[in-house]
């Protein structure tokens, strides 16, 4: 959302404030969710004045009056006196979010029941028949497979409570937050803080992309209502709550309302009224008001007490996170070992390396020291400070890091040197990643294998897998204990190299560690081998299989289905898996609709979608993998077809048959599907991709200016790597001469295939 627009929402909560009975009437029916809420903002028979910030305003010490705007307001100053209760001072709209954040009452059951009988959303969206008729058995089996594809596919970071917010954000989505409250409730579960919040999130989120006021103002008034809800319900409201909010107001410039906002917020939970100055300074700094910054920033350097303290901290990591040489004045004052947390702490060191503060870094590393602070404490600091630096080439930064940990006599923890491991792969420094990794095995620190794990990772999304007989060796010559998962990514990375010899080695090594091998590691070798068509050492994995009493399972039958030349073949698969009783997975149907695709049986490929064992979450992507199919085929009108219904009915198609289907699109195409399906490509890689083969279809096809276009796209884009630009040329030079060679009228029909360009494939 745009400024302007952020000045309009603004004053369409304050008209809303002024004049709620009013509008609540003028309202259409259509519009009956925001019509409630802004008659619940009606509390008083007449309007109050709007309020500015500054009538909520006190100061912990009084410095010299400012000349200040009339609607600058100043939290640091109120957030130690009691709160304002006047009517005038607040008007309806706090004394609405005073309800909200400082009483409640708790839903009585009776509620919740007449709810659930009345036409409320959740009957609504309940009444849906594969929601009501889902067997337990796909339940079941959903489960397996997700199970299965979390084992399969290594995740570096913590992701639960990213997918937790993916589920949120789909079913706020596609059901509404009120609904998706009343599902929780029906399927008995309770619907807690962390539910709350991310709901909370979700509806922000859309006020903040929206690109109409009153859009904007539906969820945000659907944030308020759930807000609403769960005080009713007895939460306590934290940051994690209304933390959100007051960043919505500060990225929307809306400085009264978030004052507004904070006073209910202090009242309600007195704990947090430190914590709010964070966020008033953000509050400055987003709106550029460089007075008010000193204002505060001067305010506080004398104060000593224990909250005065607290609230300096907190003014502290808010100049810092915002990367302002405003804190040289704090850094001066501020008694580096009162911080409450070493995290706070390293903040501040990540901010004196990005100012290139070598000399308060170093006093700060000598104070932390000489007070008895933890040594593995001060190394992750000079890891902080280090890595934050800018412009610092890594074996620099490398260099560094060593030096300052010799010059206080500081040991580097294991914890520190995994940070910087990390910080490497991020990079795609593997080769230094591994030095590294020597280093700390030879100062005897242990290194986890999920940091081995996550080295192997960055191997192959860096394609350097010969990488892996490196780290191989590390783990004999450094007693790392391997899992079965390490051994699947490393056996992962030999097969990718073609080294199917070294993969073999690494199972017989697996067996001697009485380690299990399962068919996932399997299956890893068995897709090597199909990808050289090499029949016969896949069916040599299944004969090893067999001997090891490994069971194939879903994957293994993929695998073997995709890869059938034969009808007869495709029915034999099927029938054995039946027969070992492994149920049907999205990726058995992709299978099958390549294989029946391949072996010219198109119309079998189009009834695979129409399967009601298929989990409506995956029909999206089976679909587009008959899409790519047939557009593989040479039947890109169906493909396209199928394209258009999967967008009329809301859903997305997946990269790789986007990709697929600018590689094969036709002459006979409208050229702005083409464009469409670029915009389908979010991932910066695949969307490169994509674009490469845009720009050789418009080449080849002389649809010159959109060429020259999309070349202007990949140079904005990719400008500093000259290297993937020469590619993407070198390739249209390429086709546009073969294409005027296979013109000429002498070039006999008996070469042609013989000129291959670059494939970007």
């Given at each position: 959302?745009?400024?302007?627009?952020?000045?309009?929402?603004?004053?369409?909560?304050?008209?809303?404030?002024?004049?709620?009975?009013?509008?609540?009437?003028?309202?259409?029916?259509?519009?009956?969710?925001?019509?409630?809420?802004?008659?619940?903002?009606?509390?008083?028979?007449?309007?109050?004045?709007?309020?500015?910030?500054?009538?909520?305003?006190?100061?912990?010490?009084?410095?010299?009056?400012?000349?200040?705007?009339?609607?600058?307001?100043?939290?640091?100053?109120?957030?130690?006196?009691?709160?304002?209760?006047?009517?005038?001072?607040?008007?309806?709209?706090?004394?609405?979010?005073?309800?909200?954040?400082?009483?409640?009452?708790?839903?009585?059951?009776?509620?919740?029941?007449?709810?659930?009988?009345?036409?409320?959303?959740?009957?609504?969206?309940?009444?849906?028949?594969?929601?009501?008729?889902?067997?337990?058995?796909?339940?079941?089996?959903?489960?397996?497979?997700?199970?299965?594809?979390?084992?399969?596919?290594?995740?570096?970071?913590?992701?639960?409570?990213?997918?937790?917010?993916?589920?949120?954000?789909?079913?706020?989505?596609?059901?509404?937050?009120?609904?998706?409250?009343?599902?929780?409730?029906?399927?008995?579960?309770?619907?807690?803080?962390?539910?709350?919040?991310?709901?909370?999130?979700?509806?922000?989120?859309?006020?903040?992309?929206?690109?109409?006021?009153?859009?904007?103002?539906?969820?945000?008034?659907?944030?308020?209502?759930?807000?609403?809800?769960?005080?009713?319900?007895?939460?306590?409201?934290?940051?994690?709550?209304?933390?959100?909010?007051?960043?919505?107001?500060?990225?929307?410039?809306?400085?009264?309302?978030?004052?507004?906002?904070?006073?209910?917020?202090?009242?309600?939970?007195?704990?947090?009224?430190?914590?709010?100055?964070?966020?008033?300074?953000?509050?400055?700094?987003?709106?550029?008001?460089?007075?008010?910054?000193?204002?505060?920033?001067?305010?506080?350097?004398?104060?000593?007490?224990?909250?005065?303290?607290?609230?300096?901290?907190?003014?502290?990591?808010?100049?810092?996170?915002?990367?302002?040489?405003?804190?040289?004045?704090?850094?001066?004052?501020?008694?580096?070992?009162?911080?409450?947390?070493?995290?706070?702490?390293?903040?501040?060191?990540?901010?004196?390396?990005?100012?290139?503060?070598?000399?308060?870094?170093?006093?700060?590393?000598?104070?932390?020291?000489?007070?008895d602070y933890k040594m593995a404490d001060i190394s992750r600091l000079i890891f902080s400070y280090v890595s934050a630096i800018p412009n610092l080439a890594v074996e620099d930064l490398f260099l560094k890091f060593k030096s300052l940990h010799m010059k206080f006599e500081i040991t580097p923890s294991s914890a520190s040197y995994e940070k910087l491991i990390t910080y490497c792969c991020d990079l795609h420094k593997v080769h230094f990643a591994l030095d590294i990794v020597h280093q700390m095995c030879e100062e005897g620190l242990s290194?986890?294998?999920?940091?081995?794990?996550?080295?192997?990772?960055?191997?192959?999304?860096?394609?350097?897998?010969?990488?892996?007989?490196?780290?191989?060796?590390?783990?004999?010559?450094?007693?790392?204990?391997?899992?079965?998962?390490?051994?699947?990514?490393?056996?992962?990375?030999?097969?990718?190299?073609?080294?199917?010899?070294?993969?073999?080695?690494?199972?017989?090594?697996?067996?001697?560690?009485?380690?299990?091998?399962?068919?996932?590691?399997?299956?890893?070798?068995?897709?090597?081998?199909?990808?050289?068509?090499?029949?016969?050492?896949?069916?040599?994995?299944?004969k090893q299989m067999e001997s090891e009493d490994v069971k194939p399972d879903s994957h293994t039958y993929s695998y073997l289905i995709a890869n059938c030349n034969c009808e007869e073949d495709i029915t034999k698969y099927c029938e054995a898996m039946k027969a070992a009783g492994i149920q049907v997975t999205k990726h058995i149907f992709m299978a099958l609709i390549n294989a029946y695709t391949a072996c010219g049986q198109i119309e079998k490929a189009k009834q695979v979608v129409l399967d009601k064992g298929i989990p409506v979450n995956?029909?999206?992507?089976?679909?587009?993998?008959?899409?790519?199919?047939?557009?593989?085929?040479?039947?890109?009108?169906?493909?396209?077809?199928?394209?258009?219904?999967?967008?009329?009915?809301?859903?997305?198609?997946?990269?790789?048959?986007?990709?697929?289907?600018?590689?094969?699109?036709?002459?006979?195409?409208?050229?702005?599907?083409?464009?469409?399906?670029?915009?389908e490509l979010h991932d910066p890689d695949y969307w490169f991709d994509g674009c490469c083969r845009a720009v050789v279809h418009c080449v080849t096809k002389k649809h010159l200016r959109l060429a020259l276009d999309l070349l202007k796209q990949l140079k904005d884009e990719f400008h500093k790597d000259d290297l993937a630009l020469d590619v993407v040329f070198d390739e249209c030079n390429c086709r546009e001469a073969a294409k005027r060679f296979t013109d000429w009228p002498g070039f006999a029909s008996s070469h042609e295939g013989r000129?291959?360009?670059?494939?970007?494939?």
């Amino acid at each position: 959302m745009t400024a302007s627009k952020a000045k309009t929402l603004s004053s369409l909560f304050k008209t809303a404030v002024r004049n709620a009975t009013k509008e609540s009437s003028s309202l259409p029916s259509g519009d009956k969710p925001l019509k409630q809420f802004v008659s619940s903002l009606d509390t008083s028979s007449s309007p109050s004045p709007s309020p500015s910030p500054s009538s909520a305003s006190f100061r912990i010490r009084s410095p010299q009056p400012t000349k200040k705007p009339a609607n600058d307001g100043s939290l640091h100053s109120w957030l130690l006196q009691p709160a304002s209760t006047s009517e005038n001072s607040i008007g309806g709209f706090t004394d609405e979010l005073h309800s909200i954040l400082c009483t409640g009452h708790p839903e009585s059951s009776k509620d919740i029941e007449e709810m659930m009988d009345n036409g409320s959303s959740l009957g609504r969206v309940l009444n849906i028949p594969w929601l009501s008729n889902v067997s337990n058995n796909n339940i079941s089996l959903r489960r397996k497979e997700l199970s299965r594809e979390r084992k399969q596919k290594w995740v570096f970071k913590k992701t639960q409570s990213g997918r937790f917010n993916r589920l949120i954000k789909m079913c706020g989505d596609k059901l509404g937050t009120k609904a998706t409250i009343e599902v929780f409730d029906k399927l008995g579960r309770d619907t807690g803080l962390k539910e709350y919040n991310a709901l909370i999130a979700v509806c922000l989120e859309k006020a903040r992309t929206s690109n109409d006021e009153d859009d904007a103002l539906e969820h945000m008034s659907e944030a308020f209502k759930t807000l609403k809800k769960m005080r009713e319900r007895g939460f306590q409201v934290e940051e994690g709550t209304y933390g959100p909010f007051l960043m919505y107001f500060i990225d929307m410039g809306m400085v009264e309302e978030f004052f507004f906002f904070c006073g209910p917020i202090k009242e309600g939970n007195p704990s947090s009224v430190t914590r709010l100055g964070y966020y008033e300074m953000l509050l400055w700094i987003g709106v550029n008001n460089e007075e008010k910054i000193q204002e505060l920033c001067n305010c506080i350097v004398a104060a000593d007490e224990e909250d005065d303290f607290k609230l300096k901290e907190n003014y502290l990591l808010a100049l810092c996170e915002s990367g302002r040489k405003d804190i040289m004045q704090l850094l001066e004052v501020i008694d580096i070992t009162r911080i409450s947390s070493v995290n706070v702490v390293a903040n501040i060191f990540e901010s004196l390396g990005r100012l290139s503060f070598d000399s308060f870094a170093e006093k700060f590393l000598w104070t932390l020291k000489n007070n008895d602070y933890k040594m593995a404490d001060i190394s992750r600091l000079i890891f902080s400070y280090v890595s934050a630096i800018p412009n610092l080439a890594v074996e620099d930064l490398f260099l560094k890091f060593k030096s300052l940990h010799m010059k206080f006599e500081i040991t580097p923890s294991s914890a520190s040197y995994e940070k910087l491991i990390t910080y490497c792969c991020d990079l795609h420094k593997v080769h230094f990643a591994l030095d590294i990794v020597h280093q700390m095995c030879e100062e005897g620190l242990s290194l986890s294998i999920e940091m081995l794990h996550s080295i192997l990772h960055a191997s192959e999304e860096n394609y350097e897998y010969n990488l892996v007989r490196r780290i191989y060796s590390l783990i004999g010559c450094h007693n790392v204990k391997p899992t079965s998962e390490t051994f699947r990514s490393m056996i992962n990375l030999s097969v990718k190299m073609k080294d199917f010899n070294g993969a073999y080695a690494m199972l017989d090594d697996l067996k001697k560690l009485n380690i299990s091998p399962t068919s996932t590691i399997y299956n890893t070798i068995l897709a090597g081998y199909f990808r050289e068509s090499n029949i016969s050492g896949a069916m040599m994995v299944l004969k090893q299989m067999e001997s090891e009493d490994v069971k194939p399972d879903s994957h293994t039958y993929s695998y073997l289905i995709a890869n059938c030349n034969c009808e007869e073949d495709i029915t034999k698969y099927c029938e054995a898996m039946k027969a070992a009783g492994i149920q049907v997975t999205k990726h058995i149907f992709m299978a099958l609709i390549n294989a029946y695709t391949a072996c010219g049986q198109i119309e079998k490929a189009k009834q695979v979608v129409l399967d009601k064992g298929i989990p409506v979450n995956s029909l999206n992507e089976i679909k587009g993998a008959l899409a790519s199919a047939l557009a593989c085929s040479g039947m890109m009108p169906d493909a396209l077809n199928i394209y258009k219904e999967i967008k009329q009915n809301g859903g997305t198609l997946e990269p790789k048959p986007v990709i697929s289907l600018i590689e094969h699109f036709t002459s006979e195409g409208d050229v702005n599907i083409l464009l469409q399906l670029l915009e389908e490509l979010h991932d910066p890689d695949y969307w490169f991709d994509g674009c490469c083969r845009a720009v050789v279809h418009c080449v080849t096809k002389k649809h010159l200016r959109l060429a020259l276009d999309l070349l202007k796209q990949l140079k904005d884009e990719f400008h500093k790597d000259d290297l993937a630009l020469d590619v993407v040329f070198d390739e249209c030079n390429c086709r546009e001469a073969a294409k005027r060679f296979t013109d000429w009228p002498g070039f006999a029909s008996s070469h042609e295939g013989r000129i291959r360009p670059y494939s970007f494939s």
